[in-house]
C-alpha cells in the first residue's frame, strides 16, 4: 500500500508562485514514476506533470509548459510541483499520482488510468 499526502496549496494572485509537496509512504517510492494532475470545478480531471522513478524524464501538459516544474527526492519520499507565474485558470484541486505497477526506466505517464494510487488533493485557487 502506498499513501500520498498533498501539501502546499493556497490562495495565490496571478503571477506568483507555489510549490506543492506530495508526501509517500512505503520503502519503494524511489521506484514509482510519479505524477500531478488538476480538477477544476465542473471539468474533468487533467494530467499537469510526470517524472520517472529515477528523475531522468518528466513530462509536461502544454499549458503549464514553461511554468512548472516537477521534481523529486527519493531520499524524502516526496514529488514536487513548483508552479510559477500562474494564472486563473491554473486554478484546480490539485493531486498526486503513484504508478506501483512494472514500468521500464525511464518511462513516464500522463494518463490517469495508469496510476494506481492517489492523494486526496490540495487547493490551488489563482485570483486575477
Known amino acids: 500500500q502506498v499513501q500520498l499526502v498533498e501539501s502546499g496549496g493556497g490562495l495565490v494572485q496571478a503571477g506568483e508562485s507555489l510549490r506543492l509537496s506530495c508526501a509517500a509512504s512505503?520503502?519503494?517510492?524511489?521506484?514509482?514514476?510519479m505524477g500531478w494532475f488538476r480538477q477544476a470545478p465542473g471539468k474533468e480531471r487533467e494530467f499537469v506533470a510526470t517524472?520517472?522513478?529515477?528523475?531522468?524524464?518528466?513530462g509536461y501538459a502544454d499549458s503549464v509548459k514553461g511554468r512548472f516544474t516537477i521534481s523529486r527526492d527519493n531520499a524524502k519520499n516526496t514529488v514536487y510541483l513548483q508552479m510559477s507565474s500562474l494564472k486563473p485558470e491554473d486554478t484546480a484541486v490539485y493531486y498526486c499520482a503513484a504508478r506501483s505497477l512494472f514500468t521500464y526506466y525511464g518511462a513516464t505517464f500522463s494518463r490517469a488510468r495508469e496510476y494506481d494510487y492517489w492523494g486526496q488533493g490540495t487547493q490551488v485557487t489563482v485570483s486575477s
Open positions: 512505503g520503502r519503494t517510492f524511489s521506484s514509482y514514476p
Open positions: 517524472i520517472s522513478w529515477s528523475g531522468d524524464n518528466t
